[in-house]
T-cell receptor, first 114, second 115 residues
Framework: AQSVSQHNHHVILSEAASLELGCNYSYGGTVNLFWYVQYPGQHLQLLLKYFSGDPLVKGIKGFEAEFIKSKFSFNLRKPSVQWSDTAEYFCAVKSTGTASKLTFGTGTRLQVTL | NAGVTQTPKFQVLKTGQSMTLQCAQDMNHEYMSWYRQDPGMGLRLIHYSVGAGITDQGEVPNGYNVSRSTTEDFPLRLLSAAPSQTSVYFC??????????????FGPGTRLTVL
């Protein structure tokens, strides 16, 4: 069975600092990878996704993620965070060729201070 | 399009009561699913459906029933509510099985408290 690990549970950064959130998955086959964001009191929204091709994926609001197959990783990055990026971030993986079941990580709560 | 809608937004139940959480989507998506979100545990899949008339269990199905009589609707039923079912419930839909169909769209959630 596939699984996802997000090692950073709570990250606190000052505005303009750089961000990298770790995501590792375990599955031996081909995967689709996602990052979702949940702003306080809101539902999940898709930040970016990787299906195939260029392993560096750019998403909304200046976020990007790099798929490193050899490391089973899909880390999320942003060069300069803003206070409005305060939210919870979820990495998710889905194996291809099967019914569309997403497996989520436990989430990383990002707090950006002014 | 309204996207994925869920009702109610908030609900308080007593132990042993039953209720149905409603979910509807107007995007003609084949795939729908229910998740529960608990602190420190991320989102866990309860039940899912790959099309009208077809449902299957996810990771944490016990205590919940689903049915899919139409493409649009996917209600989640709690048969006899327990405090352990206190959670935030999200419904999601996606176009289908293919690689382009893997993006899921989430509803606003239902916050359920069982006393």
């Amino acid at each position: 069975a596939q699984s996802v690990s997000q090692h950073n549970h709570h990250v606190i950064l000052s505005e303009a600092a750089s961000l990298e959130l770790g995501c590792n998955y375990s599955y031996g086959g081909t995967v689709n990878l996602f990052w979702y964001v949940q702003y306080p009191g809101q539902h999940l929204q898709l930040l970016l996704k990787y299906f195939s091709g260029d392993p560096l994926v750019k998403g909304i609001k200046g976020f990007e993620a790099e798929f490193i197959k050899s490391k089973f990783s899909f880390n999320l990055r942003k060069p300069s965070v803003q206070w409005s990026d305060t939210a919870e971030y979820f990495c998710a993986v889905k194996s291809t060729g099967t019914a569309s079941k997403l497996t989520f990580g436990t989430g990383t709560r990002l707090q950006v201070t002014l | 399009n309204a996207g994925v809608t869920q009702t109610p937004k908030f609900q308080v139940l007593k132990t042993g009561q039953s209720m149905t959480l409603q979910c509807a989507q107007d995007m003609n998506h084949e795939y729908m699913s229910w998740y529960r979100q608990d602190p420190g545990m991320g989102l866990r899949l309860i039940h899912y459906s790959v099309g009208a008339g077809i449902t299957d269990q996810g990771e944490v199905p016990n205590g919940y029933n689903v049915s899919r009589s139409t493409t649009e609707d996917f209600p989640l039923r709690l048969l006899s509510a327990a405090p352990s079912q206190t959670s935030v419930y999200f419904c999601a839909s996606s176009p289908g099985w293919g690689s382009k169909g893997n993006e899921q769209f989430f509803g606003p959630g239902t916050r359920l408290t069982v006393l």
